[in-house]
T-cell receptor, first 111, second 115 residues
Framework: DQQVKQNSPSLSVQEGRISILNCDYT??????FLWYKKYPAEGPTFLIS???IKDKNEDGRFTVFLNKSAKHLSLHIVPSQPGDSAVYFC??????????WGAGTKLIIKP | KAGVTQTPRYLIKTRGQQVTLSCSPI?????VSWYQQTPGQGLQFLFE???????NKGNFPGRFSGRQFSNSRSEMNVSTLELGDSALYLC??????????????FGPGTRLLVL
């Protein structure tokens, strides 16, 4: 039973446009959410996070939105750049328990 | 400051063998977590160690084990390897145990191929 789901295995976006990556979760006790980015042959790197007391967090071109009632979070990248091409993972945790990860979405930015 | 290092980077084993993977966390980090990544499955949590104690364990068989040393370096061991154990094994470190607000820093991973 996957508690964190990324239903789109891949997403293709034109350079300069907005990329929207989605993540759904089932555990209403999750109180912290993160996005990581992973390039081939490298480990994931932290991108942005949000706690359940907020509904939006912004860091430069990256914004994460949290909709607790829908148990949904999304990552917006504006504008998308070629270097954003990577696999994006969302992860969630409940208090001091371990992170639960989604399966990842491969983002391809087309020039 | 050096990042998380994992050795070896690549490994080929045959079924039935055992393997030990090593992880050196970022200096000062006391928490080390291990994950298995397979295509389409995301990161599956194996276990987390903090101050030499296993703090959390994922849903993996007993063939998967780990330990942490007093210098925070960690090893994971897989015995009686199966073909399905072929995966990328990632190690992540953090200052304190994983939980709200704690960022994990990942190593490049060890790619294990079981033939």
């Amino acid at each position: 039973d996957q508690q964190v789901k990324q239903n789109s295995p891949s997403l293709s976006v034109q350079e300069g446009r907005i990329s929207i990556l989605n993540c759904d979760y089932t555990n209403s006790m999750f109180d912290y959410f993160l996005w990581y980015k992973k390039y081939p042959a490298e480990g994931p790197t932290f991108l942005i996070s949000i706690s359940s007391i907020k509904d939006k967090n912004e860091d430069g071109r990256f914004t994460v939105f949290l909709n607790k009632s829908a148990k949904h979070l999304s990552l917006h990248i504006v504008p998308s750049q070629p270097g954003d091409s990577a696999v994006y993972f969302c992860a969630a945790s409940e208090s001091n328990y371990q992170l639960i990860w989604g399966a990842g979405t491969k983002l391809i930015i087309k020039p | 400051k050096a990042g998380v290092t994992q050795t070896p980077r690549y490994l080929i084993k045959t079924r039935g063998q055992q393997v030990t993977l090593s992880c050196s966390p970022i200096s000062g980090h006391r928490s080390v977590s291990w994950y298995q990544q397979t295509p389409g499955q995301g990161l599956q949590f194996l276990f987390e160690y903090f101050s030499e104690t296993q703090r959390n364990k994922g849903n993996f068989p007993g063939r998967f084990s780990g330990r942490q040393f007093s210098n925070s370096r960690s090893e994971m061991n897989v015995s009686t390897l199966e073909l399905g154990d072929s995966a990328l094994y990632l190690c992540a470190s953090s200052l304190t145990p994983t939980g709200a607000g704690e960022t994990q820093y990942f190593g490049p991973g060890t790619r294990l191929l079981v033939l």
